[in-house]
């Protein structure tokens, strides 16, 4: 058997463990009903929004690791916007999603190779190799060790190479009552989780039912809703899911992220922090050659 093989087998092992305690939320499965809304227009939106944070018009004769691939969108992206793909992910689910979506996009590809992995192996990691981008977007306060995972994260980065993650903006009492809810959702029964993510989310949609009416326009609910789409090509029940049961759940401010990366010899070449709420601060760093 195989290194990869076994190392597969042991991650998926590990990741079943953590699900069944109640300790991890299974975001592959989320995505694995993503998979069946997938569509053209998502899959631009991915391609824009990593266009637009790169800089860049195309990533031919690049390389780019995407760590946590989840539904694999986004090493989609990259490919069809030319570079070499490797991705991971340590969930069963989403390692299995990311398979399929290159196996209906770019059958036998040499130059996209999916794994199952855990962004906290150092080992794992360095193995990889370097690469031009290394991509992680809302993965890593996930992991159960962000700091961890964050300082992983530069093993793969070569230098002069780019570093594009995101993670969950700290909000301080707001953000310890999510870390509640999210918790909680993972230890329910699965008949009960769906119940409870329509009770955890009712107050913001009464708000914006509330909105909608007081201002005359009840269409731009019903809008939100059947018009979803936003700048990651994603479905609003998939997003609502994947953000109540999301845990384990860790946040960070902005200036902890770029002080944390400033240390270990990394510029910031771009934020997108404005008006985030509880929802992801997007950097992308640089790494400074020597």
């Not at 463990?17 to 995505?31: D, H, I, L, M, P």
């Not at 989403?94 to 150092?122: I, K, M």
């Not at 009770?199 to 269409?219: G, H, M, R, T, Y």
Request: proline share 2%; hydrophobic share 40%.
């Amino acid at each position: 058997m195989s290194a990869t093989i076994t190392n597969n087998i042991n991650i998926a092992e590990q990741h079943g463990r953590e699900v069944a305690s109640g300790e991890r939320f299974e975001f592959g499965k989320n995505w694995s009903a993503f998979l069946a809304v997938l569509d053209d227009e998502r899959i631009e939106q991915a391609e824009k929004s990593l266009k637009e944070m790169l800089e860049v018009d195309t990533l031919e004769g690049k390389t780019f690791l995407d760590i946590g691939s989840g539904s694999g969108l986004f090493s989609l992206a990259a490919r069809r916007l030319g570079a070499t793909v490797h991705s991971f992910d340590f969930d069963s689910n989403s390692f299995a999603c990311t398979q399929e979506l290159r196996n209906r996009y770019f059958p036998n590809d040499a130059s996209w190779r999916v794994e199952q992995g855990s962004a906290l192996d150092a080992d794992y990691v360095a193995s990889l190799g370097k690469f031009d981008i290394v991509y992680s977007w809302g993965v890593l306060h996930h992991t159960g060790e962000m700091w961890r995972a964050l300082e992983n994260a530069i093993i793969p980065t070569t230098e002069g190479g780019k570093l594009f993650i995101a993670i969950y903006n700290d909000t301080g009492s707001q953000a310890r009552r999510w870390h509640w809810i999210k918790k909680t959702y993972c230890g329910l029964p699965a008949i009960l989780k769906t119940p409870f993510a329509l009770l955890a989310i009712l107050p913001d949609e009464i708000s914006k039912i509330a909105n909608s009416l007081l201002s005359f326009k009840p269409q731009q609910y019903i809008h939100s809703w059947t018009r979803y789409k936003n700048s990651r090509g994603m479905n609003r029940w998939h997003d609502i899911i994947d953000w109540v049961g999301g845990f384990p759940y860790e946040v960070a401010t902005v200036d902890e992220i770029f002080d944390f990366y400033k240390q270990r010899g990394f510029n910031m070449t771009k934020v997108k922090s404005g008006g985030v709420g509880l929802g992801c601060n997007e950097f992308v760093f640089e790494r400074i050659e020597k």
